[in-house]
């Protein structure tokens, strides 16, 4: 029988069989990778030592856990930007770093990096993969290339300017519900609550052209939208659950799945319809029918989109495109205008200012709406939303995956495969990038204040070639409702001051309440 001399391994003769030489080879592999990993960690953390670091719990938790999702994680946040002034490194764990980075100078070479050299980091992200599949948001190398450069005409102003009208409905149904509410004098409102609805029926309506009137009854679409944004809030607290296998034997999972699904569905439908319709037409007939109605809505422009080879884009890529425009627009603006309702509820003097910039816009116009080229006249109010999402970014926090080393302006350099955490809060709340920077001062953005600063001093949609594609879209609803607003309410503070609450998108813990007041007649 053939033998197999293993005696220079201290092994002694075997008979032939390939398990013992392979299961070697295994070891020795799985050795080699642990020994490659030591030695990454360990050469990383001599290069990382020119960065300064705030104490850790020990070393081996280092800072897990020491900034949490809460007001005092976010003034924590705000003492590291204060100490450490342009970047500090960060210990999950013992062998885990992340370069937290607060100044522009810094932030510049990691979100210019082409998007190949510095892409999202997909720890927490990967969690929204089953709902919202490969759109912009999560897409990544020439795939994301490819949908930017398809996606970026639909939001161009000639589209955007029909949606105007879908703003100014929106908001009247909202206002029309407060003064319902407020028949007495005044009442208490939850703005997230409102607002959120107010957002999401908004955009249901421009990007599939569909009315479910959720802010007058429940809709299952919009209450399957809320529970997936809440249960991936919930997921991304409870560590061991990032595993997809652990996670979808959960209650939570599995409502989660049944979310998903019915989501996907109503979009597929709405996908299919527009498909068949459009054979029947054609696409100059089913163009100058959408241009009666004044209003092509996103599904229309992802469905005629072509790139210069004449490709369309696939139904399951038109589906990961709406869901995630549906997801990203709703929470994020809805976040900015109920902190900016906050904001100038705390300064009446403020308020009074954009109440009267708007009365002096509007006239006696009826009907009372904001068309396009009525924003370009609300230069105050624009500034008060500004200097709103300064002091509080919808967004707080984006992160980055460095595949190769980048430089900092300083020479310092950040090693490949550490992942550098941009704190949008904490560069709007640096001292050294803005002097007092807990002060809501609007004048702040008055051009010839801004002139010297630098871009990168605000970001609150990113910025680089990954920035927020629907930046135009945000500001322009906006601008809409918080002219209404101020034009037909009178916004005051709570007796509660409210705890800032970081999830996906900047909360306040328990709602963001205020009072709101019916100043004349509203909408009908």
Same mark, same amino acid.
């Given at each position: 029988?053939? &033998?197999?001399?293993?005696?220079?391994?201290?092994?002694?003769?075997?008979?032939?069989?390939?398990?013992?030489?392979?299961?070697?080879?295994?070891?020795?592999?799985?050795?080699?990778?642990?020994?490659?990993? !030591?030695?990454?960690?360990?050469?990383?953390?001599?290069?990382?030592?020119?960065?300064?670091?705030?104490?850790?719990? +020990?070393?081996?938790?280092? %800072?897990?856990?020491? #900034?949490?999702?809460?007001?005092?994680?976010?003034?924590?946040?705000?003492?590291?930007?204060?100490?450490?002034?342009?970047?500090?490194?960060?210990? @999950?764990?013992?062998?885990?770093?992340? #370069?937290?980075?607060?100044?522009?100078?810094?932030?510049?070479?990691?979100?210019?990096? $082409?998007?190949?050299?510095?892409?999202?980091?997909?720890?927490?992200?990967?969690?929204?993969?089953?709902?919202?599949?490969?759109?912009?948001?999560?897409?990544?190398?020439?795939?994301?290339?490819?949908?930017?450069?398809?996606?970026? $005409?639909?939001?161009?102003?000639?589209?955007?300017?029909?949606?105007?009208?879908?703003?100014?409905?929106?908001?009247?149904?909202?206002?029309?519900?407060?003064?319902?509410?407020?028949?007495?004098?005044?009442?208490?409102?939850?703005?997230?609550?409102?607002?959120?609805?107010?957002?999401?029926?908004?955009?249901?309506?421009?990007?599939?052209?569909?009315?479910?009137?959720?802010?007058?009854?429940?809709?299952?679409?919009?209450?399957?939208?809320?529970?997936?944004?809440?249960?991936?809030?919930?997921?991304?607290?409870?560590?061991?659950?990032?595993?997809?296998?652990?996670?979808?034997?959960?209650?939570?999972?599995?409502?989660?799945? /049944?979310?998903?699904?019915?989501? %996907?569905?109503?979009?597929?439908?709405?996908?299919?319809?527009?498909?068949?319709?459009?054979?029947?037409?054609?696409?100059?007939?089913?163009?100058?029918?959408?241009?009666?109605?004044?209003?092509?809505?996103?599904?229309?422009?992802?469905?005629?989109?072509?790139?210069?080879?004449?490709?369309?884009?696939?139904?399951?890529? !038109?589906?990961?495109?709406?869901?995630?425009?549906?997801?990203?627009?709703?929470?994020?603006?809805?976040?900015?205008?109920?902190?900016?309702?906050? +904001?100038?509820?705390? %300064?009446?003097?403020? /308020?009074?200012?954009?109440?009267?910039?708007? /009365?002096?816009?509007?006239?006696?116009?009826?009907?009372?709406? !904001?068309?396009?080229?009525?924003?370009?006249?609300?230069?105050?109010?624009?500034?008060?939303?500004?200097?709103?999402?300064?002091? %509080?970014?919808? @967004?707080?926090?984006?992160?980055?995956?460095?595949?190769?080393?980048?430089?900092?302006?300083?020479?310092?350099?950040?090693?490949?495969?550490?992942?550098?955490? !941009?704190?949008?809060?904490?560069?709007?709340? +640096?001292?050294?990038?803005?002097?007092? $920077?807990?002060?809501?001062? $609007?004048?702040?953005?008055?051009?010839?204040?801004?002139?010297?600063?630098?871009?990168?001093?605000?970001?609150?949609?990113?910025?680089?070639?990954? +920035?927020?594609?629907? &930046?135009?879209?945000?500001?322009?609803?906006?601008?809409?409702?918080?002219?209404?607003?101020?034009?037909?309410?009178? @916004?005051?503070?709570?007796?509660?001051?409210?705890?800032?609450?970081?999830?996906? #998108?900047?909360?306040?813990?328990?709602?963001?309440?205020?009072?709101?007041?019916?100043?004349?007649?509203?909408? /009908?």
């Amino acid at each position: 029988m053939l &033998q197999l001399s293993l005696s220079w391994l201290g092994l002694g003769p075997l008979a032939a069989s390939p398990w013992p030489l392979l299961l070697l080879l295994g070891a020795s592999w799985l050795l080699a990778r642990v020994l490659a990993w !030591i030695y990454t960690i360990y050469d990383n953390s001599g290069r990382l030592r020119c960065f300064p670091q705030p104490p850790k719990r +020990n070393w081996f938790w280092g %800072h897990l856990g020491m #900034i949490r999702s809460s007001e005092e994680g976010l003034l924590y946040e705000q003492g590291l930007a204060s100490t450490y002034g342009d970047v500090c490194c960060w210990w @999950v764990g013992p062998s885990y770093a992340v #370069i937290r980075i607060f100044h522009p100078a810094y932030i510049k070479p990691v979100l210019f990096a $082409p998007a190949a050299v510095a892409p999202k980091d997909m720890v927490f992200y990967s969690s929204l993969k089953p709902w919202l599949g490969d759109g912009l948001l999560l897409s990544a190398g020439d795939k994301w290339s490819h949908h930017r450069r398809l996606l970026t $005409p639909a939001f161009h102003f000639n589209i955007l300017k029909p949606y105007m009208k879908i703003f100014n409905d929106s908001v009247n149904i909202m206002h029309a519900k407060w003064k319902r509410l407020a028949s007495g004098g005044s009442t208490r409102l939850d703005m997230f609550e409102h607002i959120s609805l107010m957002t999401l029926d908004s955009l249901q309506k421009c990007v599939f052209s569909f009315d479910s009137k959720c802010q007058e009854r429940p809709s299952e679409y919009i209450a399957a939208i809320l529970e997936l944004s809440a249960l991936v809030t919930k997921r991304h607290h409870q560590l061991f659950l990032y595993i997809d296998f652990l996670y979808y034997l959960t209650s939570d999972g599995q409502r989660f799945r /049944q979310a998903c699904r019915l989501v %996907h569905d109503f979009t597929d439908a709405v996908i299919q319809e527009r498909r068949r319709t459009l054979p029947d037409q054609g696409v100059e007939d089913f163009l100058k029918a959408k241009a009666k109605t004044k209003t092509l809505d996103f599904i229309d422009v992802l469905l005629l989109t072509k790139d210069e080879d004449g490709k369309e884009l696939s139904d399951e890529d !038109i589906r990961a495109e709406a869901d995630t425009f549906m997801f990203e627009g709703h929470d994020t603006t809805a976040s900015g205008l109920s902190w900016v309702l906050y +904001n100038l509820a705390r %300064h009446p003097e403020y /308020q009074e200012r954009c109440r009267q910039e708007v /009365q002096q816009l509007l006239g006696d116009r009826e009907p009372q709406e !904001i068309e396009w080229d009525d924003l370009a006249q609300l230069p105050f109010l624009t500034m008060c939303i500004k200097e709103s999402l300064r002091l %509080h970014p919808p @967004v707080t926090t984006i992160s980055r995956c460095c595949t190769q080393d980048i430089k900092l302006p300083d020479g310092r350099v950040i090693p490949k495969g550490v992942t550098c955490l !941009i704190s949008i809060f904490g560069t709007h709340h +640096n001292p050294a990038v803005w002097p007092d $920077p807990e002060v809501y001062n $609007p004048f702040r953005f008055d051009p010839e204040n801004s002139k010297d600063r630098s871009p990168l001093a605000f970001i609150p949609f990113s910025a680089g070639p990954r +920035n927020c594609i629907g &930046q135009t879209f945000a500001m322009a609803e906006m601008r809409v409702v918080l002219a209404l607003t101020l034009l037909r309410f009178r @916004v005051l503070c709570d007796q509660a001051e409210p705890r800032r609450k970081p999830e996906l #998108i900047l909360r306040a813990e328990g709602g963001l309440w205020l009072r709101v007041e019916p100043l004349g007649a509203g909408p /009908q």
